[in-house]
């Protein structure tokens, strides 16, 4: 087994199914499905004719000690299997060790061990590569035995450098702040624009609609509501909020809606901020929405939808006080299905 990789497609049962591709050194590269059944094939082929190639690798959610090389898998009207692989023209390397793989290539089955071919590709274009690939096979090339996790290791002492020189210079703000004739004046508001996978579902990226990436810091100090600070709010919030509440903060009137080109869709969070433990039934629901029009979430208490199109198999459902990493989806199951309908309506 050269490459597994979640497909991005779902089987009839909501369990993901994986890419699994075989090669050796002498043969051309074979593509199957786990678990191999007629509705995760033709889910899987959907989803690569519709988003193109997707790019597998031996980098599983877990380290892998096993030869890493990258494939490009696309659906095949030629193949017998339905699907073609064709190792990509960056560099794969060979490292020691063996790969785990279900002897009956199902999920559940008998696993054995199988030493890793050893494959040597010409160096080329590695633009397309996923950026967390990229980062562990830069690693490889340092170090072959532990080169990943010591990259990963890096790329997170990095992220959390770079948080810790946020904190200190936020920290110097607002002591500055306190130390001037307005700290009594001014609302300090500490936001970002989007949370970041750091290695979480094997992604380095910000453009997805799991909770690493839609997660975002939000602080606000109004220095009318001192028994608020420090204080933690668990409603689920959004950044279109911040315009209406610091609206109605500085004492200004929302704008007619005719001099908007759009709805002024965001909640006044003030009730939160004189009361964190306000119910907030009445605010209107998050959505979430990332790169395309069509990629939505949205919640209900701790369930969460996400729409990936409107595909049979885009549409993601998760228990978040259960399932807090998204690993479990319900939107095939029965007992979600008038909640799954409701929300897949809202959004």
């Not at 082929?45 to 690798?57: D, E, I, Q, T």
């Not at 920290?171 to 700290?183: C, I, K, P």
């Not at 624009?193 to 109004?222: A, C, F, N, Q």
């Not at 709010?233 to 315009?243: G, I, K, N, Q």
């Amino acid at each position: 087994v050269a490459a597994v990789a979640r497909s991005g497609a779902r089987d009839d049962g909501g369990a993901d199914v994986l890419l699994v591709v075989k090669t050796t050194a002498t043969e051309s590269p074979t593509v199957s499905v786990s678990p191999d059944t007629p509705a995760a094939r033709a889910a899987v082929a959907k989803k690569l004719r519709r988003g193109g190639p997707v790019y597998a690798s031996a980098l599983v959610e877990t380290r892998v000690a096993a030869m890493q090389t990258s494939f490009e898998v696309v659906a095949s009207d030629t193949s017998p299997t339905g699907f073609a692989a064709t190792p990509r023209g960056d560099v794969a390397l060979a490292r020691t060790g063996a790969v785990r793989v279900d002897s009956d290539g199902a999920a559940g089955g008998t696993t054995t061990t199988t030493p890793p071919p050893a494959i040597g590709l010409a160096s080329g274009d590695a633009s397309l590569e996923d950026g967390f690939a990229m980062a562990l096979r830069k690693g490889l090339e340092v170090d072959a035995a532990d080169g990943d996790l010591a990259a990963w290791k890096d790329l997170l002492r990095h992220f959390f450098a770079i948080t810790a020189l946020v904190d200190r210079s936020v920290g110097r703000l607002v002591d500055a702040l306190a130390a001037s004739a307005h700290a009594n004046t001014t609302v300090v508001v500490l936001w970002s624009d989007h949370g970041y996978h750091l290695g979480e579902k094997v992604k380095l990226e910000k453009h997805t609609l799991w909770e690493p990436s839609v997660r975002v810091p939000l602080m606000i100090k109004d220095p009318r509501h001192p028994h608020g600070f420090g204080a933690r709010v668990d409603a689920r919030v959004s950044l279109l909020d911040l315009y209406p509440t610091l609206v109605a903060r500085a004492g200004l009137g929302l704008p007619s809606q005719p001099q908007t080109p759009y709805p002024i869709c965001g909640n006044d969070l003030t009730p939160l901020l004189a009361d964190p433990t306000a119910p907030t039934g009445a605010l209107r629901p998050v959505v979430v929405n990332v790169v395309n029009v069509n990629y939505l979430a949205t919640y209900h208490g701790d369930l969460k939808i996400l729409r990936w199109g409107f595909g049979a198999g885009d549409v993601e459902l998760y228990d978040l006080a259960a399932d807090p990493d998204e690993r479990t989806n319900l939107a095939d199951d029965p007992a979600y299905a008038d909640l799954r309908a409701a929300l897949l309506a809202n959004l």
